[in-house]
């Protein structure tokens, strides 16, 4: 299992910043948010000229408001300025962002998304694309010098979409999945879609908040504080029912360093590849403690 780490917000420089410090620590990859601030695509093409090793993710781009031939042209570029190490998320978002704030159809979520990947997964490989289908109608080809395949992972939570991810994509990136949950629900179907397919074995990327702290009550509660829009968006709340709680912060691994790796090792008994750790600063000198104990977890364990 693949430690990562999220590079969170700031100005571009602070990114950058943070982005070479991860990869100095030896962290795996990093990922970036496509929220309402920087897009995440443009930004780590900044980031990926900036660092050398460290492989960079989006987490995830909402796929309702970009064309996949446009997703596909960005993507492409991506790769070229971070020499190969840059993979796609994408993900359907919420009806609450896509019909409320931008005034688009969330409608016939899944074979949207089925028709966005016929499209976009042979653009993302650098074959012409013929498609017709309800939705998208594309005749078109993308070609560049330096442009190489970019790897792409749906965030799906449903069965349907898990399915659609694993005979389509690369794998899936999760947020707000226990290790329950990704044991019983995600990493099977996932698998065995794939499997189904003749795919390779798909990655599942999982993210969650952790912080090292000596007062994890305190902590969930301010996690839960902060995070209490999860619970209220359908996809998610699914995901936390599976897993059998109800505030967020129950989903956060928190407390002292025995109890993160009986976390970190039932997540990867979970199937999960790659762990995505959203790093909080839960009380003074947290954050920094909490990546001191993930690094020294990947000189232990060589995760």
Not at 169 to 184: I, R
Not at 222 to 249: H, R, W
Request: charged share 20%; aromatic share 4%.
């Amino acid at each position: 299992m693949e430690i990562g780490v999220g590079l969170g917000g700031g100005d571009l420089d602070a990114m950058v910043r943070n982005a070479r410090s991860l990869e100095e620590r030896g962290f795996a990859f990093t990922g970036v948010a496509n929220i309402s601030g920087w897009d995440a695509i443009g930004a780590l093409a900044i980031v990926g000229r900036e660092t050398e090793r460290i492989e960079l993710q989006t987490a995830v781009v909402p796929t309702y408001p970009r064309h996949p031939v446009t997703m596909a042209q960005q993507a492409l570029t991506t790769q070229a300025a971070a020499g190969g190490r840059f993979t796609l998320g994408i993900g359907l978002s919420h009806q609450v962002v896509i019909e409320n704030s931008l005034g688009l159809s969330f409608a016939r979520t899944a074979s949207h998304m089925r028709e966005y990947l016929s499209v976009l997964m042979p653009l993302l490989h650098r074959e012409r694309v013929r498609f017709e289908g309800e939705e998208y109608r594309v005749d078109s080809g993308l070609d560049a010098p330096d442009m190489q395949p970019v790897r792409c992972l749906v965030a799906a939570l449903g069965p349907v979409m898990l399915r659609i991810a694993g005979e389509m994509a690369d794998g899936t990136a999760t947020w707000m999945c226990g290790p329950k949950t990704l044991e019983s629900h995600i990493s099977p179907r996932i698998r065995k879609a794939a499997a189904d397919a003749g795919r390779p074995e798909p990655t599942v990327s999982a993210a969650l908040p952790i912080a090292l702290t000596s007062d994890p009550a305190a902590a969930r509660e301010q996690v839960s504080q902060q995070l209490a829009v999860y619970p209220t968006l359908p996809s998610y709340k699914a995901m936390l029912d599976i897993e059998g709680i109800e505030q967020a912060g129950d989903i956060a691994i928190l407390g002292d360093e025995e109890t993160l790796d009986l976390a970190l090792r039932r997540l990867e008994e979970a199937g999960v590849t790659q762990f995505s750790a959203s790093v909080l600063d839960v009380e003074a000198g947290s954050s920094e403690r909490t990546l001191d104990y993930l690094q020294s977890k990947l000189q232990a364990r060589k995760l």
